[in-house]
Every structure is written in C-alpha cells, then in structure tokens.
C-alpha cells in the first residue's frame, strides 16, 4: 500500500509559475508510475504527466514544453514544475502513485489561475 500526499496549490496570476509536491509513503524507486493528473470542475480528470521508475517521462498535449515532472528520490517526491500557467490549466491537482498493479490517489491540491 502507498500513501500519497499532495501540496503547493495555491492562486496564481496566468503567466506565473508554481511547483506541486507529492510526497509517497514508500521509496519513488519502488513505485513503478508517479503521475500527475487534474480535474476541472464539470470535467473528467486528465492525465497531466507520469514518471516511470525508469525515468520515462510524458505529458499531455496541452502542458508539454510548459510543465515538468521529476523526483526527489532522497524525500521520496515528485514534483511537477508549471511554468506559463495559463486560466485553463484552473483545477484540482491529483497525484497517483501506481504501485503493486494498484493505483493510490491523493486528496488532490488545488490551482487557480488568473487571466
């Protein structure tokens, strides 16, 4: 079992930046996907990013060049940096470890974005 735990949500103005952290109650290198995904209200949840054990990244169409994920082996995290924010990216940030043919959701954190 994998706990997960998200942060850093928080208001920003479109244009602006902001880095979330998904702390995991197990070691990153035991969890096979670390990812990234949102939910705007009246919309189904999308995937934003994952990161495989291996180091294999992707990214949804509509954030790559403006989002990254990576890890934080040594505080078992996995942070996805937003850069250009733009009123769309707006939602509920989940993290999603999938571990043991499992999937572990967080509570979610989350962005709002400003025009």
């Known amino acids: 079992q994998v706990q997960v735990v998200e942060s850093g949500g928080d208001s920003v103005q479109a244009g602006g930046s902001l880095t979330l952290s998904c702390a995991a109650s197990?070691?990153?290198?035991?969890?096979?996907?670390m990812g990234w995904y949102r939910q705007a209200p009246g919309k189904q949840r999308e995937l934003v990013a994952t990161?495989?054990?291996?180091?294999?990244?992707n990214y949804a169409d509509s954030v790559k060049g403006r989002f990254t994920i990576s890890r934080d082996n040594a505080r078992n995290t996995v942070l996805l940096q937003m850069d250009s924010l733009k009123p769309e990216d707006a939602a509920v940030y989940y993290c999603?470890?999938?571990?043991?043919?499992?999937?572990?959701w967080g509570q979610g954190t989350q962005v709002t974005v400003s025009s």
């Open positions: 999603n470890a999938y571990f043991a043919l499992r999937y572990y």
């Open positions: 197990k070691s990153i290198d035991s969890i096979a996907v």
């Open positions: 990161l495989t054990r291996a180091g294999t990244t």
